[in-house]
């Protein structure tokens, strides 16, 4: 694989650096099978303040922007402190928190605030707020942060390198429709790669599941919740990527990925006054079918039929 790394500033150089491996470390048993792909691809880490990951099929050019490169570690950051902190497996009843109380907690929310407002806006990485760290220690929350950003760009890399692997043309004009068929085999196709149980040791699971739901709860949360871009014409709907890539490998009795997945929906929802009706459910995974829902008629009034 070839790979340009632009100059820059940014604290996220540090996760750049390693970008290049991502692909093989989510999925290491799998990296005789992606070698021959290597020669193909070339990833560009460019300076740019929108969120960029993309890929050109037929040059294999991979362009990632240190921008989504930031979002993604204060993302992972964030939500992997909130879930640690205030949820810890608890099922969501209407119980309040005090997100200021903590200061780690409330640095964290700080920096989320941050990266919600950050794509294709100028504000540097927030001074005072928690950043990448050339050696985290191992159990630190920055530590985690980095793993989780490295398995969810993972994700995202075997989302892009699908298309050409694939072989889906590039951009058709006016013609959207082959456009959202190309994108839910590309998402199908990088969930298989993580996860599929066929080959994903058991113990590696949760954690490829969760750090794949980092990135899919980005997008969900960012695009959708915070903007109303839920999407439906070109690729599927935010909620449905998120729910579909891992309902196919997870089983709903999976409570640690589906508790995660759930509290940091709720997390986002509230945020903008998203309410789910009152009531108590019957597991983890019951509830995040209940945001799903729920999403999909906000979905319906951001983008009537």
Not at 21 to 39: G, H, M, N, S, W
Not at 205 to 219: D, K, T, W
Not at 241 to 257: A, C, I, M, Q, T
Request: charged residues 20%.
């Amino acid at each position: 694989m070839r790979v340009r790394l632009h100059t820059t500033n940014s604290p996220a150089r540090r996760i750049a650096d390693l970008l290049p491996r991502a692909l093989e470390l989510i999925a290491p048993e799998k990296v005789d099978d992606l070698a021959q792909y290597f020669d193909e691809i070339t990833l560009e880490v460019v300076v740019d303040s929108r969120w960029l990951c993309r890929i050109e099929p037929t040059s294999g050019l991979i362009t990632v922007s240190y921008r989504a490169v930031e979002i993604l570690w204060a993302v992972s950051y964030a939500y992997w402190t909130f879930y640690a902190k205030v949820v810890n497996g608890r099922m969501p009843c209407g119980q309040e928190v005090d997100l200021s109380e903590d200061p780690e907690l409330a640095a964290a929310m700080s920096l989320l605030r941050w990266g919600i407002a950050a794509d294709g806006a100028s504000e540097p990485w927030p001074v005072q707020t928690p950043s990448p760290l050339l050696s985290p220690s191992p159990g630190s929350l920055e530590y985690a942060a980095q793993q989780l950003c490295l398995g969810a760009a993972g994700l995202l890399l075997h989302h892009e390198l699908a298309h050409k692997r694939l072989r889906h043309p590039g951009s058709n004009g006016s013609d959207k429709s082959w456009t959202l068929e190309a994108e839910k085999d590309a998402d199908n196709f990088a969930a298989d790669w993580i996860l599929d149980q066929s080959t994903c040791p058991a113990d590696k699971r949760e954690f490829r599941a969760i750090s794949a739901s980092v990135a899919l709860l980005m997008a969900t949360a960012f695009f959708g919740i915070h903007r109303g871009e839920y999407g439906g014409l070109t690729h599927p709907r935010v909620f449905d990527r998120l729910f579909n890539s891992l309902s196919r490998h997870l089983e709903p009795d999976n409570d640690g990925v589906w508790s995660f997945v759930g509290s940091v929906l709720l997390l986002h929802m509230q945020s903008m006054g998203i309410q789910l009706p009152p009531k108590r459910y019957d597991s983890h995974f019951d509830f995040v079918n209940a945001c799903v829902d729920r999403l999909a008629q906000e979905a319906e009034q951001w983008n009537p039929a």
